[in-house]
């Protein structure tokens, strides 16, 4: 396939570019000192999408109400995203270094200016005694206990003011435009969108206002020809995701709806706006604007995008509209732009997955692309927990400035024991770096979890990945990486053989002993999926055992698509409590009945799959299931909320009484038990005590089950040092 219409130059503005690929704004968490300087870290981050062929960079959000919203602020007036507020010239050096080290590559750099984040902002403050503030009195998303009060309209037009200045400060450090951070919920959709602003009097009850003042300052401070980009959800899509029962009662059945979303964007363009990328949704259906791995590609660009896009043609509007929203796939991304959806298209997370992106799609070299797998949990889960923007399918993202892969000094004969995701990282950085390498598989196929997850239909961006993977693997083999399949590996067939082994062997699975067990058919999750979901003809009613983030995939798979009656039983107060916001909100939405892959409603589940959470199975006898669950338990659906990470305390949630429970009897043909793994270490320590090789390491799930992420880049981290 040709993709004449991504390398098209274009323009915003006054501003050339290269090509119609724009880097997404994804937030840059900690990748700057405390006082708000870019670090290194983001630097070399920036540089390395730039050579990847990027034609615009669009940097993450960069907060500018310092001393009004205190929710961007960390103790000491300190703060965990970059600044470039007010006249600190330290500041600035370090983005004068960011911009000089993009340009030379041929992309141009935007910067994202966010008013801050309102009642989506962390809760914390309150407990040092800050009043939090939003457009209107409002409930702070984490703990709704918690109150926001609304900001004064003197107090709004000093975040104008602030969001001028910073524009200046960046052109001064050398930017190219500014993008504005007026979607998904954040505190400047807060001030612009109904759901949110309810204010009765001032300037600031008009919901365009706050919108139309920022950009008209920008433009009086650096010039009409400086571009400005505005970011918007054009509906927040609440309606449609919750149910006219939950968007009246939780919502007051306000939201900005498409219509009022074309009309704000015209206002915007007449007040100076160059182009606009939009999105649907917030953070009340985080879904939407953070498309998971089980949506379909580019779920919403033709509603959306392709929506203003003709809109504008209609009213002779002549800004340029940008596409975001699952567009990874090469052909995907060049199908928009071909049907003229949109002018340029916006990739966020596969250019974390591979920067060189846009060189491999160039140069026709496709299955080379490393796919972004739909996980979220480097990108974002990553920062929500301390850390910052990282990639599970890529360790290098996010530590360019440390991460180097230099040739081995010493050419070491390697073992790799098992081709799941840790396995196959191992073997090829191991290779790349000049080592004689072996690469042994018990089964016929590389993958481990991850082929045995992509049985499941919404796991599509995970065969993606892996169809890469295998590329990938058989190029090298080409080059002299060698591969053993169907060879299960004995601590005995190693003594000597090899300097370096790596136990990449995966986990193990034990059933629970549960009284009557063998009353009942069951089988294990992955056992189940291997055998590719096959199920015998009598099966009807099926329970799954298991509230994680396996019990949930394969429950909702099974009604979906084999239209099973499904019932899952969770010991944990809430379903998925480890799994990343967009990613659980989705399954949620989809579980209960009110959405699919396809984002439509007509094609989601007819019956929602029950569940019973902070319960417990605890006998079977033919037929039936027995379970013990919590009179208080929650319900996990209406609505679903998003769980703040442990180490954060919400004075306001009750503990359950583990003691008050009630006896239910549950119908099950079947029984699936999707239970924690665990590491299957014993090849591990048996090559210890027998001295197999001078170096032995376990890592993945062989050393303690885990994520992708901690996979990957685990294997990443011993064999690049090896």
């Not at 571009?227 to 007051?252: A, H």
């Not at 929500?384 to 990282?390: A, D, E, R, W, Y």
């Not at 009598?538 to 909702?556: F, H, K, P, S, T």
């Amino acid at each position: 396939m040709e993709f004449k219409e991504l390398f098209e130059q274009g323009t915003i503005g006054n501003c050339k570019l290269k090509n119609k690929i724009i880097m997404a704004p994804i937030g840059n968490i900690n990748m700057a000192d405390p006082a708000g300087r870019p670090l290194n870290k983001m630097i070399e981050y920036f540089i390395e999408r730039a050579k990847g062929g990027t034609g615009l960079i669009i940097t993450g959000l960069i907060p500018v109400s310092y001393g009004i919203d205190p929710t961007i602020s960390e103790e000491n007036n300190t703060t965990y995203f970059p600044r470039i507020d007010g006249s600190s010239r330290t500041r600035l050096s370090g983005w004068r270094d960011l911009t000089a080290g993009v340009k030379p590559h041929g992309a141009k750099i935007f910067i994202q200016l966010s008013a801050g984040l309102g009642r989506v902002g962390s809760p914390e403050p309150v407990l040092k005694g800050k009043i939090l503030k939003s457009a209107s009195w409002n409930k702070n998303f984490y703990i709704p206990q918690i109150p926001h009060l609304p900001l004064s309209d003197h107090k709004i037009k000093k975040i104008v003011k602030m969001m001028g200045q910073s524009a200046a400060n960046a052109k001064t450090a050398g930017f190219d435009g500014v993008q504005l951070h007026g979607h998904e919920g954040y505190l400047m959709d807060q001030l612009t969108s109904a759901p949110w602003n309810r204010r009765k009097f001032g300037r600031y009850k008009n919901k365009f206002r706050f919108g139309i003042d920022v950009v008209k300052e920008i433009k009086m401070r650096c010039g009409e020809d400086f571009p400005v980009m505005y970011r918007l959800d054009l509906t927040q899509g609440l309606k449609e995701s919750y149910g006219e029962e939950i968007f009246r009662k939780r919502f007051r059945g306000k939201e900005r709806t498409i219509e009022e979303g074309l009309e704000f964007c015209k206002a915007l363009y007449e007040a100076g706006v160059d182009a606009f990328d939009v999105d649907k949704g917030c953070y009340d259906n985080w879904f939407w604007p953070h498309p998971p791995s089980y949506f379909d590609d580019a779920v919403y660009v033709r509603e959306i995008a392709g929506r203003l896009k003709d809109f504008f043609r209609q009213e002779n509007i002549d800004a340029k509209i940008i596409a975001v929203g699952k567009m990874g796939k090469p052909e995907v991304a060049e199908n928009i732009l071909k049907e003229k959806w949109a002018d340029f298209v916006m990739l966020g997370r596969p250019l974390l997955a591979d920067p060189y992106w846009p060189t491999k799609v160039k140069e026709n070299r496709i299955k080379e692309i490393i796919h972004c797998i739909g996980d979220h949990e480097g990108c974002i889960e990553s920062f929500k927990k301390g850390g910052h923007p990282c990639c599970s399918v890529n360790p290098y993202t996010g530590f360019e400035e440390t991460k180097k892969m230099n040739n081995a000094d010493i050419i070491k004969k390697v073992a790799v024991i098992g081709a799941g995701p840790a396995g196959c990282e191992a073997a090829i950085t191991a290779f790349k770096r000049g080592h004689d390498v072996t690469l042994f598989e018990k089964t016929d196929h590389i993958g481990g979890q991850l082929f045995i997850a992509g049985k499941m239909a919404i796991k599509h961006d995970i065969r993606r990945y892996l169809d890469n993977l295998r590329h990938r693997i058989d190029l090298l083999k080409k080059e002299g990486l060698k591969v053993e399949l169907n060879r299960e590996i004995r601590s005995e067939d190693m003594k000597g053989e090899f300097e370096v082994l790596i136990c990449c062997n995966g986990l193990r699975t034990v059933l629970p002993s549960i009284k009557g067990i063998e009353t009942i058919k069951h089988i294990e999750a992955r056992e189940f999926l291997n055998n590719d979901m096959n199920l015998p003809s009598d099966i009807n009613d099926i329970l799954v055992i298991g509230g994680g983030a396996l019990g949930c995939e394969i429950a909702y798979s099974l009604a979906f698509e084999k239209n099973m009656q499904i019932t899952l039983v969770g010991k944990n107060r809430e379903l998925m409590p480890e799994m990343v916001s967009a990613n659980r909100s989705q399954m949620l939405w989809m579980m209960m009945g009110k959405g699919s892959p396809s984002g439509k409603t007509e094609d989601a589940l007819k019956e929602p799959v029950k569940v019973y959470t902070a319960s417990k199975v605890v006998a079977f006898s033919e037929g039936t299931a027995h379970i013990k669950a919590n009179k208080k338990r929650n319900d996990p659906y209406t609505p679903w909320k998003s769980l703040i990470p442990e180490n954060v305390k919400n004075p306001f949630e009750k503990q359950l009484d583990p003691e008050d429970v009630e006896d239910i009897i549950i119908d099950s043909d079947l029984v699936i038990f999707a239970i924690g793994g665990q590491a299957d270490d014993s090849l591990y320590y048996e090559l210890l005590k027998r001295k197999a090789a001078k170096e032995i390491y376990a890592i993945g799930d062989a050393s303690q089950p885990a994520r992708v992420w901690e996979a990957i880049n685990g294997a990443n981290e011993i064999a690049r040092n090896i």
